[in-house]
């Protein structure tokens, strides 16, 4: 497995957090560019090139959407505190705002 060193982490294109050490596992292959921020599956990036040979000259590259991330050491962000993780931990997405009791709440950053 790659330990990635420093490696950003960020939901959307808000500010990220930098976590020393990461591992990535599993996920859907998405392949990203300007004009495809959020990426595209593998099916529709062939599709697409193939329709429009002109965007193979975007500059793709290759990313896993919804994988399973793990932590461990530093993590820093701009608006707190470093926080330091002894061992591995697993980094599960926010879903607050998903929940019934937010309907009627809005975060405005």
């Not at 392949?31 to 595209?40: A, D, I, Q, T």
């Not at 193979?56 to 896993?64: C, E, F, M, V």
Request: charged fraction near 25%.
């Amino acid at each position: 497995m790659l330990i990635l060193q420093n490696e950003p982490l960020r939901r959307g294109t808000g500010k990220p957090h930098i976590c020393e050490e990461l591992i990535r596992t599993g996920g859907e292959l998405v392949y990203v560019s300007p004009l495809h921020r959020n990426g595209l599956p593998e099916p529709q990036y062939r599709k697409l090139i193939s329709r429009k040979p002109e965007l193979r000259n975007l500059q793709w590259i290759t990313q896993r959407r919804n994988p399973n991330v793990f932590v461990r050491g530093k993590v820093r962000h701009a608006d707190h505190k470093t926080i330091t993780l002894n061992g591995w931990h697993q980094v599960l997405m926010n879903t607050e705002t998903q929940s019934l009791a937010m309907r009627h709440v809005a975060f405005i950053d």
